[in-house]
């Protein structure tokens, strides 16, 4: 793609990036036109235009004006993939030297001129500066956010705050916004243009059907009404779909057999992978995002390439989701919002509706309802009776279906009022925290009115504004007794506000709980071995350890990191089984065993001791508050339990939320790698995350790479336009390549099969070693020691032996294999059995795991 020009006069600006939209094959639209006029003419623009009417191209020229201007610009987004899409659209574009990233946990050429971020990022840059803040353009992409109750605060604030900053607020489904239009003009003396047009490039037709989803699917792929992307308002919904749709014929056998040519060697590597792997073969797509980031590339990819007729997927269409799509079809007009049944809003349906319709391939979009099943079945029921009386045979009436009990019904009238409803007027959100108050206080200056105007001026209704008041005084009186804020008075003049303490630039950007967890980290003792230790009088001293100090850091760390809530409702859901069998094993009544069982929860190691050193860091530094400490053991239970990602997902039945999964442990990692310090990384703990990472690597590199791709091209290493993306992604490297990760995962199945033997599992280690002899070898084992030790001492490296270098018993070179051997730690501590194997270094590398052949438990 060509660079965009950087004039200096409006009316050359204009011009200019008229120009350049026409060279790149895309001329303005009429409300294009419109809106960039008005940014080059130094308004605020709020562009409110149907999907596909490309709003996209008014934000690079938001971008162009300040650049041309000498000035920065932001771009916001409420999620890290489409501030990560928008990243490397602008560089190529602009130029990776003046294109950054900043998403709270990464920064990626911080100065540039233009910085992708998340809301929250310049909302607390604008609390922190305020008109300061080097900042000539914002645009704030899905601005409908503005209404969400947890985040909204977020989109309000720089508006509040930045009162020198041009802003082009955008999205599809704004409705009535003349509210803060006037009272962004108002404050910041500058005219605020609606650009509303609600002709859409592609026009949509609406219709309500009441027949079957698979016969309603075979219907638009005979109209030729294809790609259709099938919404359904869960994940286990869109797979069952998908599933239940590949009995019908989707695709021809040429088609079958040009999906497979594109597939090539794709890599499907869990248990989700083979199940897709047979859908997209038959032209049938999933996307959601508990999926793999590889899995729905290569469903968007698929797609793109015009190889995937049907997608099955949830209601994430609706966020910048790259998926071509000609037809909507919506399975149902209710969800769950995760506290209720509801029906749509009117905002909701016309998101998701929006996406039908490809500019530059189709002259016309279709969005299709179904009709509620109960519905379908009656109308299936009339039409048969209807053709029986028609051929004047006597029909037996039959009872009407009714809904389910307790669900939420629409009608073809819920469906007509969605169609023609305007999307509901957007509420304000704000709120107030003590990362808020202490980045006011940071800026200095008269701190109590422009905390008091921030307060009393914003969007919210007057009696709203009073509880904002109300728990701002609270939090600052929690500031002041905590030695944070003092107020110092001199003379007759007014009170001067200030902080006590130096704050980090980056205070509130990045993970807020690293410093708590850095703080913590350092009350380790590295040589920890046998747990915490108190002092006389019976109080923590300090030392928070269990005994295994590398994983007591991964405990921390994990602490600090948002819940994989479907992860840990399965971890709970499987120690509440194993607490149920236990109980009946020891003759527990059944009330007492539903009592008992209220107790049990998700894994939660050092739980009691970080909370207490939570409160106590909490007293002097109480912002922290803010946030909540979760502990909890992801990272922990994979490596103490030695399994691989496929087999964790599949103890916990995680097919659905493998994408969550390892979004999870690429945070885990991420946030092992910018926290801990390298003088706390003991051999253990540095062995540890580079597991975890190569871990993460070998299951989907592309979260890896696209954080590396970005680096590159802000280091200017990139800035070339990226050739349209390959179905089939570069493997990843070789695991046996990282010879400290590849020793580690050696050691993990090694040990494994200790915990197994420990709990004389004799059926799950014959599993896993047919030949190697296991209940014989347990028998004579257990006839010489009572036990086997699985702690922290048990798994110590010293242990292991790794002979790299083997030789056969002719005395020849064994190339390609390791001889390794775990001494088991006996209760005498005679280390005098040890289990042998041999380690298959190609079947490895092909693998992306350790692949061992265990030759025997034997005494040594």
């Not at 993306?725 to 390549?737: K, Q, W």
Request: charged share 25%; with cysteine; hydrophobic share 40%.
């Amino acid at each position: 793609m060509s660079t965009m020009p950087t004039p200096y006069e409006a009316g050359a600006a204009f011009d200019a990036i008229a120009n350049w939209a026409a060279l790149t094959g895309r001329p303005l639209y009429p409300a294009q036109e419109e809106a960039i006029f008005e940014l080059v003419a130094g308004a605020h623009v709020v562009l409110a235009t149907p999907t596909g009417s490309g709003k996209s191209l008014v934000a690079v020229a938001a971008h162009a004006v300040a650049l041309a201007q000498g000035r920065r610009s932001y771009y916001t987004a409420p999620i890290k993939a489409l501030v990560s899409e928008k990243f490397f659209q602008l560089v190529d574009i602009f130029g990776a030297e003046n294109v950054g990233m900043v998403t709270g946990d990464s920064a990626v050429n911080g100065d540039a001129p233009i910085i992708c971020c998340t809301a929250e990022i310049l909302a607390n840059q604008a609390l922190r500066q305020g008109t300061e803040l080097d900042v000539g353009h914002v645009v704030m992409d899905e601005f409908h956010y503005y209404a969400d109750s947890d985040r909204g605060w977020a989109w309000q604030v720089p508006l509040l705050e930045l009162t020198e900053t041009r802003f082009l607020l955008m999205s599809a489904t704004l409705g009535d916004v003349s509210a803060i239009a006037s009272d962004l003009e108002k404050r910041t003396g500058h005219p605020v243009s609606e650009v509303t047009h609600t002709d859409r490039p592609i026009p949509l037709s609406y219709e309500y059907v009441r027949t079957p989803v698979h016969e309603t699917v075979e219907t638009l792929l005979e109209e030729r009404r294809a790609p259709v992307y099938v919404v359904h308002f869960s994940q286990a919904a869109a797979m069952e779909r998908a599933q239940a749709l590949s009995s019908i014929k989707v695709i021809t056998r040429e088609q079958r057999e040009e999906i497979a040519r594109e597939l090539g060697d794709f890599r499907f590597t869990t248990g989700f992978g083979q199940t897709l792997s047979r859908l997209v073969r038959s032209g049938i797509g999933v996307h959601h995002a508990g999926m793999l980031p590889k899995y729905r590339r290569l469903v968007e990819v698929l797609a793109q390439k015009g190889l995937l007729k049907v997608i099955c997927g949830t209601d994430t269409l609706g966020v910048g989701i790259n998926v071509p799509i000609r037809t909507v079809l919506l399975t149902a007009l209710s969800k769950f919002d995760g506290e209720k049944m509801r029906h749509l809003t009117a905002r909701e349906f016309h998101q998701i509706a929006g996406r039908a319709g490809r500019a530059g391939y189709d002259d016309e979009g279709f969005v299709v309802v179904q009709a509620p099943e109960h519905d379908v079945e009656n109308a299936i029921a009339d039409a048969k009776a209807q053709k029986a009386g028609a051929s004047g045979k006597k029909v037996k009436k039959s009872p009407k279906k009714s809904p389910a009990a307790g669900s939420v019904v629409w009608t073809e009238k819920t469906f007509e009022r969605l169609v023609s409803a305007e999307p509901e007027p957007l509420e304000s959100r704000m709120q107030v925290s003590a990362a808020m108050l202490i980045n006011l206080i940071a800026r200095g200056g008269d701190v109590v009115g422009r905390t008091r105007a921030l307060l009393t001026e914003n969007h919210e209704p007057p009696h709203r504004q009073r509880e904002l008041v109300l728990r701002a005084l609270g939090i600052a009186k929690t500031l002041v007794r905590s030695g944070v804020v003092e107020i110092v008075r001199v003379g007759d003049a007014s009170p001067e506000v200030r902080l006590t303490v130096d704050l980090q630039p980056n205070f509130a950007l990045n993970q807020p709980l690293s410093p708590f967890a850095l703080s913590v980290i350092g009350m380790l003792d590295p040589a920890d071995t046998v747990g915490f230790r108190r002092d006389d009088t019976g109080s923590a001293n300090g030392l928070l350890g269990t005994g295994h100090y590398a994983l007591d850091v991964v405990s921390v760390i994990e602490a600090t990191l948002d819940d994989p809530r479907a992860v840990l409702s399965q971890q709970q859901f499987r120690a509440r089984g194993e607490a149920v069998a236990q109980m009946k094993a020891d003759g527990i009544e059944y009330d007492e065993r539903m009592e008992r069982l209220e107790e049990v929860t998700h894994p939660k190691p050092l739980d009691e001791l970080l909370t207490e050193a939570f409160e106590g860091y909490a007293a002097v530094q109480p912002w922290i508050r803010d946030v909540e400490l979760r502990p909890k053991s992801v990272v922990r239970d994979m490596y103490e339990r030695a399994l691989t990602f496929a087999e964790y997902v599949s103890q916990y039945q995680l097919a659905r939320s493998e994408g969550l999964l390892l979004r999870y442990l690429s945070d885990a990692d991420r946030a092992l790698r910018q926290t801990v310090p390298p003088e706390a990384i003991t051999d253990e703990l540095g062995d540890l995350i580079e597991w975890l990472r190569e871990l993460v690597r070998q299951v989907d590199s592309s979260l890896q790479d696209e954080w590396e791709a970005m680096t590159a091209a802000a280091s200017g290493l990139d800035s070339a336009p990226r050739a349209s993306e390959p179905v089939t992604p570069p493997p990843p490297p070789d695991v046996t390549t990282n010879r400290r990760a590849f020793t580690v995962l050696v050691r993990n199945e090694l040990f494994r099969r200790v915990q197994l033997a420990a709990r004389e599992a004799d059926d799950e280690l014959v599993a896993l070693d047919p030949d190697a002899g296991w209940p014989e070898a347990l028998d004579a084992y257990y006839a010489e020691h009572d036990a086997i030790g699985i702690d922290g001492a048990a798994r110590s490296v010293s242990l292991v032996t790794i002979d790299e270098h083997p030789v056969t018993d002719d005395g020849e070179d064994a190339r390609g294999r390791w001889r390794v051997r775990q001494v088991i730690d006996d209760p005498a501590g005679h280390h005098d059995w040890g289990i042998d194997a041999t380690v298959d270094l190609m079947a490895s590398a092909e693998e992306g795991v350790a692949v061992l052949t265990v030759t025997g438990l034997t005494r040594l």
